[in-house]
């Protein structure tokens, strides 16, 4: 097939997917990647608590709200400003960012379900890059797993292909049971993008990201009143 036949159906299926978020009543495309992967993975279900990185404009956490019911939680966190969603709690902060961590750690206050990361960067355009920075992003999801998943909790994550890719996997390997690679049919197939879906958390984890372990001098997480 050739390029421009593969730029035409991803085209069309951009489209598709588009208009069918408008019928339905969802903020983004990209609530259809989840309902599809969270059809064949069993990701979510009633009562579960998830939280919804980059979840700006709210499509994700739209259908994970679906999923969890009034009895589940979602809290949703952006570096953008995300216009309320009903049953939804929304951080706005940098998940890089220790304060916008603590911020979540709080607004948990406890132990979560499933993490969900369709953070991606501010595509420089540059490959290599915006995949490690992909990969970074990706890391930090990691490091909220370490920190509030529940043990057998489940994580799915967005992530560029590229040289860094099999590392990310190996991390994810040391960590949960079972670690799955898929390409949804919303995704567009001539992206780089597929998302990892991991399941069966093995509890907190002693290996940290080799990207965090740098920043080791940062004093440990406390959030008011509570230790973690
Ligand atoms: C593809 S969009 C997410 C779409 C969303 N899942 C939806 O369905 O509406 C990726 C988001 O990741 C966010 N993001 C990127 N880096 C981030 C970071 N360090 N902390 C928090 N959010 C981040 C971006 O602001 C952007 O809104």
Same mark, same amino acid.
């Not at 956490?61 to 953008?80: F, P, Y």
């Not at 670690?179 to 940290?208: M, Q, W």
């Given at each position: 097939?050739?390029?421009?036949?593969?730029?035409?159906?991803?085209?069309?299926?951009?489209?598709?997917?588009?208009?069918?978020?408008?019928?339905?009543?969802?903020?983004?495309?990209?609530?259809?990647?989840?309902?599809?992967?969270?059809?064949?993975?069993?990701?979510?279900?009633?009562?579960?608590?998830?939280?919804?990185?980059?979840?700006?404009?709210?499509?994700?956490?739209?259908?994970?709200?679906?999923?969890?019911?009034?009895?589940?939680?979602?809290?949703?966190?952006?570096?953008?400003?995300?216009?309320?969603?009903?049953?939804?709690?929304?951080?706005?902060?940098?998940?890089?960012?220790? *304060?916008?961590? @603590?911020?979540? %750690? =709080?607004?948990?206050?406890? $132990? /979560?379900? +499933?993490?969900?990361? &369709?953070?991606?960067?501010?595509?420089?355009?540059?490959?290599?890059?915006?995949?490690?920075?992909?990969?970074?992003?990706?890391?930090?999801?990691?490091?909220?797993?370490?920190?509030?998943?529940?043990?057998?909790?489940?994580?799915?994550?967005?992530?560029?292909?590229?040289?860094?890719? *099999?590392?990310? @996997?190996?991390? %994810? =390997?040391?960590?949960?049971? $079972? /670690?799955? +690679?898929?390409?949804? &049919?919303?995704?567009?197939?001539?992206?780089?993008?597929?998302?990892?879906?991991?399941?069966?958390?093995?509890?907190?984890?002693?290996?940290?990201?080799?990207?965090?372990?740098?920043?080791?001098?940062?004093?440990?997480?406390?959030?008011?009143?509570?230790?973690?």
């Amino acid at each position: 097939m050739s390029d421009l036949h593969d730029r035409w159906v991803a085209e069309r299926r951009r489209e598709y997917y588009y208009r069918l978020a408008k019928k339905e009543g969802y903020r983004s495309r990209a609530s259809f990647k989840l309902l599809q992967i969270d059809e064949r993975f069993n990701v979510m279900k009633e009562g579960d608590s998830v939280v919804d990185l980059g979840a700006c404009p709210g499509g994700w956490s739209q259908v994970a709200k679906e999923c969890v019911g009034e009895t589940g939680q979602v809290i949703g966190v952006d570096l953008r400003y995300i216009h309320p969603l009903d049953g939804v709690q929304f951080i706005i902060g940098d998940i890089t960012d220790d *304060n916008t961590m @603590i911020r979540l %750690l =709080e607004m948990v206050g406890g $132990k /979560v379900d +499933v993490v969900l990361s &369709d953070m991606a960067p501010n595509i420089a355009g540059a490959y290599s890059m915006d995949h490690a920075r992909s990969i970074e992003l990706c890391m930090y999801a990691v490091d909220v797993c370490d920190r509030i998943l529940k043990r057998k909790g489940k994580l799915v994550t967005k992530v560029f292909q590229g040289d860094l890719f *099999n590392g990310y @996997i190996k991390e %994810l =390997e040391k960590r949960f049971e $079972k /670690v799955t +690679v898929h390409s949804p &049919d919303a995704s567009r197939p001539t992206s780089s993008e597929v998302y990892v879906i991991s399941s069966g958390f093995l509890g907190t984890c002693n290996v940290k990201p080799k990207k965090l372990e740098k920043e080791e001098v940062k004093p440990e997480f406390v959030a008011k009143g509570r230790n973690f």
